[in-house]
C-alpha cells in the first residue's frame, strides 16, 4: 500500500519530476489550436484597418464611365428621334453597292439601337458591382472599355450617316472611356480593390 501510494507522488515514476512545470499553453503565445487555420491577414501595409474611404480614382473613375454610358443614351435617343433623316444621310453617303438598300440600313440600325441598350444595362450592372468593391467587375469595365474605345474609333473613322452633334458625343464618349479605364487602374484604386477583397474574405465587409 505504501509503495503504491508513493508512486503517484510527484517524482514517482508515473508523475512529472520533481520541480517540473508545466510549459505555457499555445493561448499564451496568441497561437492557434492545431487543426485551424490562421485567419487571413490584412493587406500589407494597412495594419488590419476596419474601414478604408473609397479614394478619389475609384470616385472619378466610375463617374468617367457612367458620363460614357450618358453620353451615348442621350446620342442614341437622338438619332432615333431624327431616325429617317439619319437613314437619308446613310444612304447618300454609302456607295452604288445594290446591296445596300433603305431596308438594309433601318435593320442594322434597329439591331445597333437595340444591342446598345442591352450593353447600357449590362454596364450599369457591371458599374455597381466595381463601385461596392468588386475587382472581377473592375477587370471586366476594362475589358468592356477597351474593345468599345476600339471599335469606337473604327467607327468614327467611318461616320457614315453621322452628324456633327453625334460624331462630336461619340468622342466624348470615347475620352470619358479611357479616362475610367485609367483611373481605376492607378494605384490608389488598386490598394482599395484589393483592401475590399481582403474585407470579404475575412467577413468584414
Known sequence: MTSGQGENQTGGPYGPPQGWN????????????PGYAPAPSAPTGYGAPQSMERPTTVRAGIGAFVASLLVGLISSIVTFADFDSFVDRA??????????????????LSIGIVVGLVMLAVNVLFLWFAWKGHNWARIVLWVLGGLSVTFGMVGLAGANGQTGFTTSMGVFSLLFTAAGIVLLALKPSNEWYRFRGWQRATGQG
Do not use: H
Not at 91 to 108: F, G, H, M, Q
Open 22 to 33: 508545466a510549459p505555457p499553453s499555445p493561448e499564451a503565445y496568441g497561437q492557434q489550436y
Open 91 to 108: 444612304l447618300a453617303e454609302s456607295t452604288e453597292d445594290a446591296a445596300v438598300s433603305e431596308e438594309l440600313i433601318r435593320t442594322a
